[in-house]
């Protein structure tokens, strides 16, 4: 299974190439309803004041920090895959948002002054809230006016690690030194906060500066509309949108209200949907990974399974026309042997190894046909003939195991279209079986009995039935799975092969009891209306 985008052909299955689904848009249409419907909601009760929830601060930047941390993390696994600088933009604005938040809440008024942290003035969160409303939207610009182009390359010769580090150290740096700046020079800053609680006139140009950076990354992202990522930046843009205009326009920038609160929960939000896209992504893509590897394991076994089971097929197959030659051979040296050699019997003898030599040669050639994509060679065929010829062959080993054969045949059995070859093996398998069934018969006698006879208009029964001591019910159908035998020297394929061949001739093979001993083999073959 290919896990292949479908841009550029050789980019893989990425959120970063892939163009957004009807699905991800209809989703990320309803998260921006729902969204628009809590922010009108929230209006009414924006400026309601929240005594003492600053003790929630810590909880929601560490929640915030550790969602933006993972952003980033798996933002990184991308820009390992795909080498886009584009990426790494985007992965390190995550990482300045994130690390900001540790600052924002250590300064944050009256939340960890009972620990007796120094106090960095006044201002202090309020220009690291800036940091974080100006900075993010940048990198997320950035991102997006690198183009295409960006986002397609990829070096295999890169220094990732390297690359990953020193950008790693080089935002961790700037948030030290801005956090250190703002941390000594709270005097010095330009007075943003009046009180804990209110803004000055000055901080009105800040959610402006916000909202014009939001706006333009919003139009430059759908101008794009590249792929599924730029399709959840915008949403995670609208987002700081309404957070912007919750904490700044309708909340009047007052703190802990519920106007800001509702807007720090905008704010979670944004921090949150690139995350549970990439994860969701993530899991998928490890879901199609993990079932093409299941499919290609699964593939491998079923070949070697099949090389199996065409190797064992072929040993058990060409053993009986082999069999058959060494006994005819043994009978002609016999015959040879004698004072006065029997030329005609040496004849007949060794004529039978030529046929059993060119019948191991077709058995060969038809199993190797029946495995391939190859097409079978049928044509008509005299299924009374074939069993006489199959009967012929196996009455050497019968009389060595004294067992009589028998046949009947139904004189109204027309030709039947099929494969001589492949049914010539399935009614030697079967006798050769039976004949084997009744080895260890001592108490009655060894009865082969073959019947040929027309079961209804459409199809012909053949039977094979011995006198042996039967099967156990729990083995009537397990005798067809591949390497399942009752002989200690079996291999388990050789009803397998049968009940194939039978079922490719559209016919079908099962066994029932032959009262009161033994096993009855039968199968049916569908009658060719042309031979009527």
């Excluded at 924006?46 to 920090?65: D, G, L, R, S």
């Excluded at 820009?79 to 809440?105: D, E, K, N």
Aim: hydrophobic letters at 50%.
């Amino acid at each position: 299974m290919s896990l292949t985008g479908n841009t550029d052909g050789d980019q893989p299955f990425l959120i970063s190439v892939v163009p957004p689904g009807r699905r991800h848009k209809r989703l990320a249409v309803l998260i921006l309803l729902a969204l628009i419907s809590a922010l009108f909601v929230t209006v009414p009760f924006a400026h309601i004041h929240m005594a003492h929830t600053e003790v929630f601060v810590p909880a929601y930047a560490a929640a915030v920090f550790v969602n933006e941390l993972i952003t980033t993390t798996l933002l990184l696994v991308l820009y390992t895959a795909q080498r886009s600088t584009a990426i790494l933009v985007l992965s390190m604005g995550y990482l300045f948002s994130g690390l900001l938040v540790i600052p924002w809440s250590v300064t944050f008024p009256d939340v960890f002054a009972q620990l007796g942290l120094p106090d960095t003035g006044l201002q202090s969160t309020a220009w690291i809230a800036i940091l974080r409303r100006i900075g993010f939207p940048l990198f997320v610009l950035g991102y997006a006016m690198m183009g295409d182009k960006a986002l397609s390359i990829r070096n295999p010769l890169h220094p990732v690690r390297r690359t990953i580090i020193a950008s790693i150290a080089g935002i961790t740096l700037l948030v030290c030194v801005f956090s250190w700046i703002i941390f000594t020079s709270d005097d010095a800053l330009p007075e943003l906060m009046r009180d804990a609680r209110n803004v000055t006139a000055l901080w009105k140009y800040v959610p402006g500066t916000a909202v014009a950076l939001y706006v333009i990354g919003i139009v430059t992202l759908w101008r794009r509309r590249h792929s599924m990522l730029d399709l959840w930046l915008m949403l995670v843009l609208c987002t700081l949108l309404f957070e912007v205009i919750l904490l700044s326009y309708i909340g009047a920038g007052l703190r802990l209200s519920v106007g800001w609160w509702v807007g720090r929960f905008f704010g979670f939000v944004s921090a949150t949907v690139i995350l549970l896209v990439l994860l969701s992504e993530t899991t998928l893509l490890y879901t199609r990974l993990a079932r093409s590897v299941s499919a290609e394991r699964f593939t491998r076994e079923s070949r070697l399974a099949a090389m199996e089971a065409l190797s064992a097929t072929i040993a058990h197959e060409v053993n009986q026309p082999l069999a058959s030659m060494v006994t005819n051979a043994d009978a002609g040296l016999r015959w040879l042997q004698k004072e006065s050699p029997d030329l005609d019997e040496t004849r007949a003898a060794l004529q039978r190894i030529v046929s059993d030599g060119h019948r191991a040669g077709s058995v060969v050639k038809n199993i190797r046909t029946m495995f391939g994509n190859g097409t079978h060679e049928r044509g008509p065929v005299d299924l009374k003939y074939l069993i006489d010829d199959v009967l012929r062959c196996s009455e050497s080993d019968a009389n060595f195991r004294f067992v009589s054969l028998r046949t009947k045949f139904d004189d109204s059995v027309p030709l039947v279209t099929g494969n001589a070859v492949q049914l010539q093996q399935v009614i030697w398998n079967l006798t050769a079986n039976a004949i084997d069934a009744m080895r260890a018969v001592k108490d009655r006698g060894r009865v082969l009995w073959v019947k040929c006879e027309r079961l209804d208009l459409d199809s012909i029964l053949i039977s094979v039935e011995d006198s042996g001591s039967g099967l156990a019910p729990d083995n009537r159908e397990k005798i067809f799975e591949p390497f399942f035998t009752t002989k200690a020297d079996g291999m388990g394929v050789g009803l397998m092969f049968c009940r194939a061949i039978i079922e490719a001739h559209g016919g079908r093979l099962w066994t029932a009891d032959n009262i009161p001993h033994g096993t009855i083999f039968q199968f049916t073959l569908p009658i060719d209306d042309s031979y009527l």
